[in-house]
Nanobody, 127 residues
Framework: EVQLVESGGGSVQAGGSLRLSCTAS????????MGWYRQGPGNECELVSI??????YYTDSVKGRFTISQDNAKNTVYLQMNSLKPEDTAVYYC??????????????????????WGQGTQVTVSS
């Protein structure tokens, strides 16, 4: 059984930084796309960033502030978040699987039948 475990969330003031980690266990291949999504209060799921086959993708609102990296030896993907803003407040979810692609976002909540999902980690940014 594949499991994704996130860590690193917390509360920071605007302008601060956090680093999220997501470690996969079970059957995950080294080249499986992995990504980060988020869901703010009352909002639908939003794609944040993807790491796939040596390439990366970022949604416009986080470009220049967030950096995704992947350590295949540890089956871990990281999201370094700098210059955080109150609008970054959300539950951040890690996902892995074939549907972790820029042109697909789950409808509603950050969950679907095509990918593996973590339990989510809360990020709160205060002004």
């Amino acid at each position: 059984e594949v499991q994704l475990v996130e860590s690193g969330g917390g509360s920071v003031q605007a302008g601060g930084s956090l680093r999220l980690s997501c470690t996969a266990s079970g059957f995950i291949t080294d080249d499986s796309p992995m990504g980060w999504y988020r869901q703010g209060p009352g909002n639908e799921c939003e794609l944040v960033s993807i790491s796939s086959h040596g390439s990366t993708y970022y949604t416009d609102s986080v470009k220049g502030r967030f950096t995704i990296s992947q350590d295949n030896a540890k089956n871990t993907v990281y999201l370094q978040m700098n210059s955080l803003k109150p609008e970054d407040t959300a539950v951040y979810y890690c996902a892995a699987g074939p549907a972790v692609v820029p042109h697909y976002i789950p409808e509603g909540d950050c969950d679907d039948e095509y990918n593996y999902w973590g339990q989510g980690t809360q990020v709160t940014v205060s002004s």
